[in-house]
């Protein structure tokens, strides 16, 4: 019954490192969000994309890119890794449903620290 | 952007308790959803809840779109009701959501 599947639950980088969070939903939704949780500041938003190979930042872009090769994938990839990014990060799909509401479904996240 | 507000920012209750947790926003909405977050870190859509009033068990939620908030309420407590729960909302020009910083829930045996 899994919809939405990170491909790591928890993840421990080096400063520096390049980083690959993947992230694969098979309801055949066309939005997918890559949020990151850190205590106190509920979920923000890093990117999301509403279509293959398109992309828009969220609130908190720096540091990170996305790739969305196939409907089903969506990557995020820290270029290089800093202290600053630790933290839970969180991809979600939705697809416009009645009325238009986009009802986010999310993945169990993946936990990165990077020492 | 958009200021979304959720309060309490913690509460503890016995089980069989019933309580009320409340989304405060800044701004027109075009939807509101609530979340739940269970201790390990899994978030469940709960309410799709632009206005009005729905029920799903012993949770229902309220969403006053003109007065910009919404309450969640949870009737006889269990347990496994405990975690954090998010507010989360789209402005009317906007595509994504706006997570408030959520309510930590603990419910005692």
Same mark, same amino acid.
Not at chain 2, 67 to 84: A, K, N
């Given at each position: 019954?899994?919809?939405?599947?990170?491909?790591? $639950?928890?993840?421990?980088?080096?400063?520096?490192?390049?980083?690959?969070?993947?992230?694969?939903?098979?309801?055949?939704? &066309?939005?997918?969000?890559?949020?990151?949780?850190?205590?106190?500041?509920?979920?923000?938003?890093?990117?999301?994309?509403?279509?293959? #190979?398109? #992309?828009? #930042?969220?609130?908190?872009? &720096?540091?990170?890119?996305?790739? $969305?090769?196939? #409907?089903? $994938?969506?990557?995020?990839?820290? &270029?290089?890794?800093?202290?600053?990014?630790?933290?839970?990060?969180?991809?979600?799909?939705?697809?416009?449903?009645?009325?238009?509401?986009?009802?986010?479904?999310?993945?169990?996240?993946? $936990?990165?620290?990077?020492? | 952007?958009?200021?979304?507000?959720?309060?309490?920012?913690?509460?503890?209750?016995?089980?069989?308790?019933?309580?009320?947790?409340?989304?405060?926003?800044?701004?027109?909405?075009?939807?509101?959803?609530?979340?739940?977050?269970?201790?390990?870190?899994?978030?469940?859509?709960?309410?799709?809840?632009?206005?009005?009033?729905?029920?799903?068990?012993?949770?229902?939620?309220?969403?006053?779109?003109?007065?910009?908030?919404?309450?969640?309420?949870?009737?006889?407590?269990?347990?496994?009701?405990?975690?954090?729960?998010?507010?989360?909302?789209?402005?009317?020009?906007?595509?994504?959501?706006?997570?408030?910083?959520?309510?930590?829930?603990?419910?005692?045996?």
């Amino acid at each position: 019954d899994v919809k939405v599947t990170q491909s790591s $639950r928890y993840l421990v980088k080096r400063t520096g490192e390049k980083v690959f969070l993947e992230c694969v939903q098979d309801m055949d939704h &066309e939005n997918m969000f890559w949020y990151r949780q850190d205590p106190g500041l509920g979920l923000r938003l890093i990117y999301f994309s509403y279509d293959v #190979k398109m #992309k828009e #930042k969220g609130d908190i872009p &720096e540091g990170y890119s996305v790739s $969305r090769e196939k #409907k089903e $994938r969506f990557s995020l990839i820290l &270029e290089s890794a800093s202290t600053n990014q630790t933290s839970m990060y969180l991809c979600a799909s939705s697809s416009p449903g009645q009325g238009g509401a986009n009802v986010l479904t999310f993945g169990a996240g993946s $936990r990165l620290t990077v020492l | 952007g958009i200021q979304v507000e959720q309060s309490p920012p913690d509460l503890i209750l016995q089980e069989g308790a019933n309580s009320t947790l409340r989304c405060n926003f800044s701004d027109s909405v075009n939807n509101l959803q609530w979340f739940h977050q269970n201790p390990w870190g899994q978030l469940i859509n709960l309410f799709y809840i632009p206005s009005g009033t729905k029920q799903n068990g012993r949770l229902s939620a309220t969403t006053v779109a003109t007065e910009r908030y919404s309450l969640l309420y949870i009737s006889s407590s269990q347990t496994t009701d405990s975690g954090v729960y998010f507010c989360a909302v789209v402005p009317g020009s906007a595509r994504q959501l706006t997570f408030g910083s959520g309510t930590q829930l603990t419910v005692l045996p």
